[in-house]
């Protein structure tokens, strides 16, 4: 079983940035690619970003690319968002989740290609 914990929202000034963490409670984790997922209460969770396990393949959604980035630190078992120059429809629900093996394949923008969500962390950004 694997757990995984975000943090890192809050509420933000147009403009503003926020780096999001999303801690596994497993190791196995550095072995698989992961991405962020995104959802607002009117809309269903949408792709963000992903990251293959070593970091070489990196996706992003066309709504962050330039202004997100993702990352991760596999001796830590975490994974990051950076997200700089956040709009008002960056306001959402934040989620990281463990895709279904360790390279990114075609369904990396699919929710059911990952196998294991956090809880999800609350971005707000206001103007």
């Known amino acids: 079983q694997v757990q995984l914990v975000e943090s890192g929202g809050g509420l933000v000034q147009a403009g503003g940035s926020l780096r999001l963490s999303c801690a596994a409670s497993?190791?196995?984790?550095?072995?698989?690619?992961m991405g962020w997922f995104r959802q607002t209460p009117l809309n269903e969770r949408e792709f963000v970003s992903a990251?293959?396990?070593?970091?070489?393949?990196?996706y992003y959604s066309d709504f962050v690319k330039g202004r997100f980035t993702i990352s991760r630190d596999n001796a830590k078992n975490t994974v990051y968002l950076q997200m700089n120059s956040l709009k008002p429809e960056d306001t959402a629900v934040y989620y990281c989740?463990?895709?279904?093996?360790?390279?990114?394949?075609?369904?990396?923008?699919?929710?059911?290609?990952?196998?294991?969500w956090g809880q999800g962390t609350q971005v707000t950004v206001s103007s």
């Open positions: 989740a463990k895709y279904y093996q360790t390279a990114l394949g075609n369904s990396y923008r699919e929710k059911n290609a990952y196998d294991y």
């Open positions: 990251i293959s396990w070593n970091g070489g393949t990196l």
């Open positions: 497993s190791r196995t984790v550095s072995n698989y690619a």
